[in-house]
């Protein structure tokens, strides 16, 4: 895998980590693959007890490559479906392993690195970390991603950040219940070690199955809720706004709107 890596200590804690620094962490086709690959063979293998996502850089996620998202312009509808798909698939595989998810956010995470956020277990994010669902700005909307943010804050929290493009503060996302607390940088590894270690003190499988649990409880993302997302965002596609958003970030100008 050329994007990301995975790496397991002897006590079975793996790191998957983002490793496309010099784009902010983007998410291209093939780190999307890459991560639904690892994200499976993670679910699969036994000796894994604790997952930790983590990235690269300064930057945990900056969303969706706009460099793929233009070229969907160039696709005829079912392709583009096929492409829009990839995020959701993604956040499916994450959101269904079944070892704890913990989010190490060392930097900002913006569009489908909230995503990315909303489907870990356990979030810390360092102070002065921005978080943002920017996706409005460009004409498109935070669609695929939206079944599992929605999962993480509810309608009402989120309902103040989904809509309007507004950046925020770590602070604020552990108050809309997007990360559980925030450190300073120099105390992350310290604050991820110790979500860890409690759970290496656990029977694994009753881990899982309580895990398992929780979900049905609490009422899982569906396949009739992606589906109607990956629509949602198909029919935004073909919109003058999204080729008039993408075109503008690219030509580095103002968008009609503003």
């Known amino acids: 895998m050329k994007l990301i890596r995975v790496e397991t200590d002897a006590r079975g804690v793996a790191t998957l980590t983002l490793a496309r620094a010099e784009k902010h962490n983007a998410l291209s086709a093939q780190m999307m693959t890459e991560l639904e690959e690892a ?10 007890r604790v997952v930790v996502l983590a990235a690269d850089g300064r930057t945990f996620c900056a969303g ?11 696709m005829d509808a079912n392709i583009r479906r096929v492409e829009s798909r990839r995020i959701a698939t993604v956040l499916g595989a994450l959101y ?25 277990d356990v979030a810390i994010g360092v102070a002065g970390a921005k978080l943002g669902f920017t996706e409005t700005r460009l004409g498109l909307i935070p669609a695929n991603i939206g079944p599992y943010v929605l999962s993480r ?12 493009a507004r950046v925020f503060g770590a602070e604020e996302a552990v108050r809309l219940n997007l990360l559980s607390r925030t450190v300073e940088p120099d105390g992350l590894d310290a604050a991820i070690e110790a979500e860890v270690l409690p759970y290496l003190s656990c029977a694994p499988g009753a881990v899982a ?24 965002l198909a029919q935004r596609w073909q919109s003058d706004e999204a080729r008039e958003g993408i075109g503008a970030f690219f030509d580095k100008r103002a968008p009609s709107w503003q």
């Not at 969706?64 to 998202?69: H, R, S, T, V, Y």
Request: charged share 25%; proline share 5%.
């Open 39 to 48: 994200a499976q063979d993670l679910a699969k293998d036994p000796a894994v």
């Open 64 to 74: 969706g490559d706009l460099a793929w998202m233009r070229e969907q312009f160039d």
């Open 96 to 120: 269904d392993l079944p070892q704890p998810l913990i989010g190490r956010v060392q930097g900002n995470a913006l569009g489908g690195g909230v995503g990315l956020v909303s489907v870990c």
């Open 209 to 232: 199955d309580a895990k398992t649990l929780m979900r049905d409880l609490a009422g899982r993302v569906t396949p009739e809720q992606v589906d109607m997302a990956i629509d949602a």
């Open 153 to 164: 804050m509810g309608g009402t929290r989120a309902s103040e950040v989904f809509m309007s």
